[in-house]
């Protein structure tokens, strides 16, 4: 195998602490000797072992010696880290088992590590290669990336909409309009982000779970949108006053990612703000309401967004749109 195959599987066993690792990164690792992986390991959930310690831990703790590793690669989708966080650096874990060569997609843009853990690594003797399938690791680490490059969490926008364009009848009346498949992908994106953020009149008259019920993992954190609230408030929800105030707090609170569900006047505010990284457009296939409160409108090239993909279930259609990297 090549190396980018290798790295490939790392991001597929990444893939696998979707939801549980924030505001940590996504990472996978695998250990190779003469060709062949002989353990894996990734990142499972926040203060959990990191991905190489678990590669580590996971072949010693099955009877064999540690002596082999001086023979062997490591491959890692995000640098080494090289701090003391809630577990020991892994940079020392590889320098320790005196690992013959390293090899690591992307850097970590963390200011604890950023390029520390390959010094590190290469002060030590070790041979390091950096940016094999990098493109791959950042995407699947958007969120972290957000966070730290942009001082902002990602923000995702997501609707539902009739055949014939509307979120909602003119009354406001909470209307079900997407199939079970496509209420399963969103609960997908919930136990995928940090937080959702809703609209004060969706709050009010439609009174949302806002919760993902089928992954597990971390609830997000609820968030309402109003900048004249004066009455009593669930306890699940914090209000936010405006966009700076809610990067700020999601800053503070270590909440890298943003599910914003509507309604108009949210989604509309944030497409105008540019701060979307990514739209899920729902539109059901047979739905039709004739009236009511259109989607938004907008134009993906000028908020610098790509089509994606545009898939279907039994129910509806789901376009994508991502920010171009
Ligand atoms: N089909 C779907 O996917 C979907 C999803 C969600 C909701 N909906 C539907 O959408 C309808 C509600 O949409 P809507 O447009 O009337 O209301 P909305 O967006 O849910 O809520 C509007 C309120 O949010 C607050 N808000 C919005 N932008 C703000 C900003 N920039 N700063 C501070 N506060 C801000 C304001 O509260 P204050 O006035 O207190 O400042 C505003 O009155 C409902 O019928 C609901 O069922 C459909």
């Known amino acids: 195998m090549k190396p980018i195959d290798y790295i490939r599987r ?4 990444a893939a696998q602490g979707k939801g549980w690792v924030n505001p940590n990164p996504l990472v996978g690792c695998v250990i ?7 353990s894996e390991g990734w990142h499972q959930g926040y203060g959990q072992a990191h991905a190489e310690r678990m590669a580590i ?13 001086k023979e062997c690669d490591v491959y890692v989708s995000l640098e080494p880290c ?20 390293v090899f690591v997609s992307m850097l970590d843009p963390n200011i604890l590590v950023a390029g520390s853990g390959i010094e590190k690594l290469r002060q030590a003797g070790i041979s390091v290669e950096v940016g094999i399938g990098e493109a791959l690791a950042r995407s699947q680490n958007r969120f972290f990336l957000s966070f730290h490059e942009k001082k902002r969490p990602y923000f995702i926008l997501k609707w539902a909409e ?24 969103v609960h997908a994106l919930r136990q995928e982000c940090s937080a959702i953020l809703v609209g004060r009149t969706t709050l009010l008259g439609d009174n949302p779970q806002l919760t993902d019920r089928y992954f597990g993992g971390p ?8 900048s004249s609230w004066n009455g009593d408030l669930d306890e699940d929800f914090q209000m936010v006053e405006n966009v700076q105030q809610f990067i700020k707090i999601c800053m503070e609170q270590g909440l890298n990612s943003v599910l914003v569900e509507g309604g108009l006047q949210t989604l509309e505010y944030f497409l105008a703000t540019g701060l979307v990284d990514e739209v899920h457009q729902i539109q059901s296939k047979s739905m039709v309401l004739g009236t009511g409160i259109n989607g938004p409108q907008f134009e993906s090239a000028a908020l610098g967004l790509d089509k ?4 279907e279930n039994e129910s509806d259609f789901i376009t994508v749109y991502k920010r171009k990297s």
């Open 308 to 311: 994606v993909s545009h898939t």
């Open 162 to 185: 009739t055949s014939d364009g509307f979120i909602a009848p003119e009354s406001r009346f909470r209307t079900a309009i997407s199939g079970v498949e496509s209420q399963k992908y």
């Open 57 to 69: 831990d996971e072949y010693l703790s099955a009877g064999n010696v540690a002596e082999i590793f």
């Open 82 to 101: 090289s701090h003391f966080g809630k577990t020991p650096p892994c940079a020392d874990l590889l320098v320790k088992h005196r690992f013959k060569r």
């Open 10 to 13: 790392c991001i597929e066993l």
């Open 219 to 226: 609830q997000p954190v609820k968030f309402v949108f109003s």
């Open 32 to 38: 190779v000797h003469e060709d062949k992986i002989i």
